[in-house]
């Protein structure tokens, strides 16, 4: 089944403890991006990759650290983890997010993160 | 910067009930996504309409993309308590093809 998979699905934290959410794409799909989801501020994008090597800081990416290695993973690293960092996180991986061809995202099941 | 307006934020209607939402911008967009989540889970794409005036149907969806290419309309026709779920329009970036933005989207719940 072509999907998204992010772990953990639920965490909880300290501030300043480093914690990496996993994302992995069975899809071959190049592009892959992190969006956080807030009430009243919808899906903002943190970072996004164009392929392996490739990233870019997405609208709200301070905090927040990616690396892509490999093209089905994408993890999401914060190295230092503060209360307004609380919020959930998506996965989302794409050909091409932006194309007029209907091949808009795939979004993984999320990771819901609270920083104490 | 390119915002994605959406109405109403909320919508709480009866089944059977026909309902819109609309999604306005002041920019022009080269296409506009329509995606639906569920309370739980991530967003999943229902259609793109790329073509001004351009009229898609899924089942008891349709979708309109404004002839300026600046906004887009979802009627849903006798909806159904499953209907219910966050809807969102999104739309690439005039920067680059690879960046979507996405708008706050419409809460919608249909009652049995």
């Known amino acids: 089944e072509a999907q998204v998979t992010q772990n953990p699905r639920y965490l909880i934290t300290v501030t300043g403890k480093k914690l990496t959410v996993t994302c992995s794409q069975n899809?071959?799909?190049?592009?892959m991006s992190w969006y956080r989801q807030d009430p009243g501020l919808g899906l903002r994008q943190i970072y996004y990759?164009?392929?392996?090597?490739?990233?870019d800081k997405g609208d709200v990416p301070e905090g927040y650290k990616v690396s892509r290695k490999e093209k089905r993973n994408f993890p999401l690293i914060l190295e230092s983890p503060s209360p307004n960092q609380t919020s959930l996180y998506f996965c989302?991986?794409?050909?091409?997010?932006?194309?007029?061809?209907?091949?808009?995202?795939?979004f993984g099941s999320g990771t819901r993160l609270t920083v104490v | 910067t390119q915002l994605l307006e959406q109405s109403p934020q909320f919508l709480s209607i009866q089944e059977g009930e026909n309902l819109t939402v609309y999604c306005n911008s002041s920019?022009?967009?080269?296409?506009l996504q329509w995606y639906r989540q569920e309370p739980g889970e991530g967003p999943v794409l229902l259609v793109t309409?790329?073509?001004?005036?351009e009229v898609k149907k899924l089942k008891r969806l349709t979708f309109q993309f404004g002839d300026a290419r600046k906004d887009s309309s979802l009627h849903i026709t006798a909806a159904q308590p499953g209907d219910t779920g966050l809807y969102l329009c999104?739309?690439?970036?005039?920067?680059?093809?690879?960046?979507?933005?996405f708008g706050k989207g419409t809460l919608l719940t249909v009652n049995p």
């Open positions: 899809m071959n799909h190049e592009y």
């Open positions: 989302a991986s794409s050909l091409w997010p932006g194309s007029g061809r209907g091949l808009g995202y795939t």
């Open positions: 990759s164009m392929n392996v090597e490739v990233t």
């Open positions: 999104a739309g690439p970036s005039w920067r680059s093809n690879y960046k979507l933005t």
């Open positions: 920019s022009v967009f080269s296409s």
């Open positions: 309409v790329v073509t001004g005036g």
